[in-house]
C-alpha cells in the first residue's frame, strides 16, 4: 500500500500543497474515543485538508469483510461526530477519503447469499459478490457523505504471474478521486490563502 499512498501524497502536492503538509500515520481527534490512528492526512495552514485510509484484502474475505466495513463507518462517524460535538477541526469541516485494494479471485468474485437474518436484509445485497459489496460500501459512504472521495482498484494475478489492474466502481477510480482531491486543495486556498 505504501505505493499507492505515494501516489496519493503526490496527487495532493500536484494539486498544490506543499510536500511539507503531508503527514503519515497521525493521530486525529475523535468523539466516542480520544483519537484514532489515520494512514495519512494533509494539513494545511492549521486546517485539516483530508484525512485518508488505505486498505487492503487478500483471502480470507469471507472471514474479514465486516471488520473492514466497521472499521471504516467508525472511523468516519468517529470524525464526523467530532467535527459536529466540538468543532474539532474548526470552520473547514473534514474531508474524507478512503481507499481500497482487493485481490480479485474465485472467492471474492463468486455471487453470495445473505444469511438468514431476524429482519429482512436490504435486497440489493442478494446475491452480491465480496467484490461488489465492497464497491457497495464505498458507494453508501460517498453518497452519505461519510467519505467526500474514494479509489477502488482490484487485481488480479494471470495463469502466467502478471498482475493486472481495474477500477469497477465509476465513481471511485483516480481519475474522479484526483478530482475530488483538487476540488478539496482548490476550496481550502481559497480560504486560507
Do not use: C
Not at 503527514?23 to 486525529?28: A, G, K, N
Not at 472471514?63 to 461526530?81: H, M, P, Q, V, Y
Not at 473534514?94 to 444469511?115: H, I
Not at 461488489?132 to 488480479?156: C, H, K, P, V
Amino acid at each position: 500500500m505504501n505505493g499507492i499512498r505515494d501516489l496519493v501524497s503526490h496527487i495532493f502536492i500536484e494539486a498544490g500543497m506543499p510536500r511539507e503538509s503531508i503527514v503519515y500515520e497521525p493521530f486525529l481527534p475523535g468523539y466516542y474515543r480520544p483519537h484514532k490512528k489515520w494512514d495519512m492526512a494533509v494539513r494545511y495552514k492549521g486546517t485539516l485538508v483530508a484525512a485518508l485510509e488505505f486498505k487492503s484484502q487478500v483471502g480470507s474475505v469471507g472471514k474479514n469483510i465486516n471488520n473492514r466495513f466497521e472499521e471504516a463507518l467508525g472511523s468516519g462517524t468517529d470524525t464526523w461526530a467530532a467535527q459536529r460535538q466540538h468543532d474539532a477541526y474548526g470552520e473547514i469541516p473534514p474531508w474524507l477519503g478512503y481507499v481500497f485494494v482487493l485481490r480479485e479471485d474465485k472467492e471474492t468474485e463468486a455471487p453470495r447469499r445473505t444469511q438468514k437474518t431476524l429482519f429482512p436484509v436490504d435486497p440489493a445485497f442478494d446475491g452480491m459478490s465480496y467484490n461488489q459489496r465492497y464497491q457497495e460500501m464505498l458507494s453508501r459512504f460517498m453518497g452519505d457523505n461519510i467519505y467526500q472521495a474514494g479509489w477502488f482498484i482490484t487485481t488480479a494475478v494471470d495463469e502466467m504471474g502478471r498482475v493486472t489492474y481495474s477500477e469497477p466502481l465509476a465513481t471511485a477510480t483516480g481519475k474522479s478521486f484526483r478530482v475530488a482531491v483538487k476540488g478539496r486543495v482548490d476550496y481550502v486556498r481559497s480560504v486560507l490563502d
